[in-house]
Antibody, heavy 121, light 110 residues
Framework: EVHLVESGGGLVQPGGSLRLSCAAS????????MTWVRQAPGKGLEWVSS????????YYADSVKGRFTVSRDNSKNTLYLQMNSLRAEDTAIYYC??????????????WGHGTLVTVSS | QSVLTQPPSASGTPGQRVSIPCSGS????????VFWYQHLPGMAPKLLIY???QRPSGVPDRFSGSKSDTSASLAISGLRSEDEADYYC???????????FGGGTKLTVL
């Protein structure tokens, strides 16, 4: 069974940093693109960042480009999001997601339950 | 302002069929696959439709997706009370080199 478990959220002051983690199990982690999506209070889903299976390519929303860095450790089946220069508008629940074709011609999509990041003084 | 446009709300009665539209452009829906998610409060989002029309295993066939040019639509037939949730469309955008979501549609089952 596929499991994604986020951690690392919490309360941080504006300008501060946090590193989120997403521990994955139940699928061949290194072969899948991984994605971070967030939901601010009362708002909709917003894509934050994606990283290819090998980690060679990364993609960022304009709202976080230059402040957030996505990475992965395939030996630990773990996805990371380093968040620097945090702003109040970064306050949100952060989810990690995996989706893609499987070897048995089905389709995998799974989300963690999210970790809350609150940026406030 | 979301890149993909959805109505903020939709409603229907049990057993009815409802459709949720999603409007985009040539750089997203017009040239890339559309995905649909269901999001219940306090829960993780759930994929309902991938690649415009495909359902992951376990998703009831009451849910269907369609796409035409730069627009897509999610249809839910035989509406049930448990379908009350927020629904989001998403697609890759070639101009932005990133995923874009619709603003979400809150479905109410009357």
């Amino acid at each position: 069974e596929v499991h994604l478990v986020e951690s690392g959220g919490g309360l941080v002051q504006p300008g501060g940093s946090l590193r989120l983690s997403c521990a994955a199990s139940g699928f061949p982690f290194s072969t899948y693109v991984m994605t971070w999506v967030r939901q601010a209070p009362g708002k909709g889903l917003e894509w934050v960042s994606s990283i290819t299976g090998s980690g060679d390519y990364t993609y960022y929303a304009d709202s976080v480009k230059g402040r957030f860095t996505v990475s992965r450790d395939n030996s630990k089946n773990t996805l990371y999001l380093q968040m620097n220069s945090l702003r109040a508008e970064d306050t949100a629940i952060y989810y990690c997601e995996v989706k893609g074709d499987t070897s048995d011609n089905s389709y995998l999509d799974s989300w963690g339950h999210g970790t809350l990041v609150t940026v406030s003084s | 302002q979301s890149v993909l446009t959805q109505p903020p709300s939709a409603s229907g009665t049990p057993g009815q069929r409802v459709s949720i539209p999603c409007s985009g452009s040539s750089s997203n829906i017009g040239s890339n696959y559309v995905f649909w998610y269901q999001h219940l409060p306090g829960m993780a989002p759930k994929l309902l439709i991938y690649r415009h029309t495909q359902r992951p295993s376990g998703v009831p066939d009451r849910f269907s997706g369609s796409k035409s040019d730069t627009s897509a639509s999610l249809a839910i037939s035989g509406l049930r009370s448990e379908d009350e949730a927020d629904y989001y469309c998403a697609s890759w955008d070639d101009s932005l080199s990133g995923w874009v979501f619709g603003g979400g549609t809150k479905l109410t089952v009357l």
